[in-house]
């Protein structure tokens, strides 16, 4: 995905402002016991995340699975995010996929619980550091 700079800075802080919005919900969905909407909350704030970070070297995936591998790849295999947060995104992609997918799946709210907690780490660390790595996207240096 090639994008003119100005417009590659709105979409990720586009995309890091869909993954906040998504954690808020998962967390009022958690509160109102509604753990299966708040499993696919959790993963959607994440998902935005690592699609921002993604974003910061041109990349976009329409397949999440793709979108995992690249993250594992670019980042994570490099040492430039820990394994801890492929982790975490792995296992709330699970959660999504047995929640959307497979027949009388139940929550309980211990797992979604330590779902969320996961979750708010992994959207605060790599969104801070998508921010991070966007400061050297100078948009006054660039005709584009």
Do not use: P
């Not at 299966?36 to 909350?41: L, Q």
């Amino acid at each position: 995905m090639t994008l003119q700079k100005k417009d590659k800075l709105a979409l990720i802080n586009y995309k890091i402002e869909m993954s906040e919005l998504a954690l808020k919900a998962a967390i009022r969905e958690f509160e109102a016991e509604d753990m299966f909407t708040a499993s696919n909350r959790i993963y959607y704030a994440c998902f935005y995340s690592v699609e921002a970070l993604m974003l910061t070297n041109d990349l976009s995936f329409k397949d999440h699975g793709k979108l995992k591998g690249e993250f594992n790849r670019q980042f994570v295999y490099k040492g430039l995010v820990d394994k801890k947060y492929y982790k975490i995104l792995d296992n709330a992609f699970e959660q999504r996929q047995a929640g959307d997918y497979r027949s009388f799946v139940k929550f309980t709210k211990e797992e979604i619980e330590s779902s969320l907690d996961q979750a708010k780490i992994f959207v605060k660390d790599i969104n801070e550091l998508t921010l991070k790595t966007i400061k050297d996207i100078d948009i006054d240096k660039t005709k584009n």
